[in-house]
């Protein structure tokens, strides 16, 4: 009844009043509603799926060859000419190396101390542009000297000759080689002292408790407490043979031929090597080199290893049994025809644990010493492509075989699938924005 009584103008500003509020509701309930779906979106936890794209999916362009017979014949006569003449050029270089390498193990054994005789044929071997006409042969001999008063197996002297039945040279290189002498023993191998190599006043600390590279069970010298230098076993078990410093010219061959001992060692060994700090009083020699410093070390007779390059070859261990140390060199002289005689004092013992010393006197080549192996991998390798090739051409000509449709390879068809796509991409935007634009307008009608 009141509101019957209400004149037009206030029924209608009420009317109005009552609109607002509605809409205020409706605000804010968006408003709320917005703030729910923000939160929601907060707590979805992260997912680490990687994002999709050509990299995490593997589709990445890529080459696809298709091994044809018209791409794989040429490719392996290309590779055959190729191996072939470079594994020839390799064979020729390794074969024009000269060399002879004697087993004197057994010279203490089986050489006479009367005479010379032959030493047997399987116990040496040798590669020369002439046939030998003089087998090698070996006399067991004693050395005089006071020095060795006190070790009378250390006297012995293996004096073997040997033919060059032509001019070799110049470069003539001497080394020895070790067979049975397992030198990648890893203890072996890391029992020296990188300090003490660089010069280092190295403590015990530091040769004995070193973590993978330290000196035992050589570090310091059971009796007088003192640090072995330089420590290890490496080092202890020097080779000590020794070699005379020439070839002596024998039966009328003109001169001797000089060796020289230097530059047999790497380069690099200058810096790795370096005269050592130590004070004599401090140090002893390895157990093993008590020969060569009979009465320790003193300030004017300690090692200087910088210079001393059999000893830097020595130190670095060979990873294959047999293997060969250059002791000597000659780089300037032919070693002419004719016999020769080099004298080794005996002093590394290798019978107790079945083990062989040789003199081994090489000349080199362009690829380095007589090794060929290397040119008949290479030889190999073209043989096996011209096979390869004529069996192909063989089996094409014969027996062809019709090739199918690369289209319907399974890359082929990603790619075509990919531009279908990508070509579908924009009509499907504009239906997209047109369909939008009509529920825009339509909703804008309403």
């Known amino acids: 009844m009141?509101?019957?009584?209400?004149?037009?103008?206030?029924?209608?500003?009420r009317n109005e009043q009552n609109e607002s509020n509605e809409v205020g509701d409706a605000d804010q309930t968006e408003v709320e509603d917005d703030i729910s779906d923000s939160d929601v979106e907060d707590e979805k936890p992260k997912s680490r799926r990687p994002k999709e794209n050509a990299f995490t999916q593997q589709k990445l362009k890529a080459v696809h060859p298709i091994l044809t017979p018209k791409n794989v014949i040429p490719v392996l006569i290309i590779l055959a000419i190729i191996f072939l003449p470079l594994g020839g050029a390799m064979l020729y270089g390794a074969n024009r190396v000269e060399e002879i390498i004697i087993d004197y193990s057994q010279c203490e054994k089986m050489a006479r101390s009367s005479h010379f005789s032959e030493i047997p044929a399987d116990q040496y071997e040798a590669h020369f542009h002439n046939e030998m006409n003089i087998k090698p042969q070996w006399r067991l001999a004693t050395n005089s000297s006071s020095v060795w008063n006190n070790y009378p197996d250390d006297r012995n002297i293996c004096e073997i000759q040997f033919q060059i039945p032509d001019d070799i040279g110049p470069a003539v290189f001497l080394f020895y080689r070790l067979k049975n002498f397992y030198?990648?023993?890893?203890?072996?191998?890391?029992?020296?002292?990188?300090?003490?190599?660089n010069g280092k006043q190295a403590t015990v600390s530091d040769i004995k408790d070193t973590?993978?590279?330290?000196?035992?069970?050589?570090?310091?010298?059971?009796?007088?407490?003192?640090?072995?230098?330089?420590?290890?076993?490496?080092?202890?078990?020097?080779f000590n043979d020794t070699y005379s410093d020439s070839l002596l010219a024998i039966n009328g061959t003109s001169d001797d031929y000089t060796l020289s001992k230097s530059k047999i060692a790497w380069g690099y060994n200058k810096k790795r090597f370096k005269k050592t700090t130590y004070d004599a009083k401090n140090i002893v020699p390895p157990p093993n080199w008590v020969k060569m410093f009979p009465n320790g070390y003193t300030n004017d007779n300690i090692p200087d290893i910088s210079n001393w390059e059999n000893f830097q070859n020595w130190m670095a261990p060979s990873a294959l049994t047999p293997f060969s140390k250059m002791f000597a060199r000659n780089d300037n002289d032919t070693l002419e025809e004719g016999l020769y005689q080099i004298n080794v004092g005996l002093h590394f013992p290798v019978l107790p644990y079945d083990g062989h010393k040789y003199i081994y006197l090489s000349t080199r080549s362009v690829i380095g010493g007589r090794n060929p192996f290397l040119g008949i991998c290479w030889i190999v390798g073209g043989g096996l492509c011209i096979l390869l090739a004529i069996a192909f051409i063989t089996i094409q000509?014969?027996?062809?075989?019709?090739?199918?449709?690369?289209?319907?390879?399974?890359?082929?068809?990603?790619e075509t699938q990919i531009g279908k796509n990508e070509a579908d991409e924009p009509k499907s935007s504009i239906g997209t924005?047109?369909?939008?634009?009509?529920?825009?307008?339509?909703s804008g009608v309403h």
Do not use: M
């Open 2 to 13: 009141v509101s019957s009584g209400l004149g037009p103008g206030l029924r209608h500003r």
């Open 211 to 238: 973590v993978g590279q330290n000196c035992e069970p050589l570090s310091v010298d059971s009796k007088t407490g003192k640090i072995i230098y330089p420590c290890g076993l490496i080092a202890n078990s020097l």
């Open 397 to 414: 000509v014969l027996h062809p075989r019709k090739l199918g449709d690369t289209s319907l390879l399974s890359w082929n068809n990603e």
């Open 183 to 197: 030198s990648n023993h890893r203890r072996f191998a890391t029992s020296f002292s990188e300090s003490q190599l």
């Open 433 to 442: 924005g047109t369909a939008k634009e009509s529920s825009s307008s339509s």
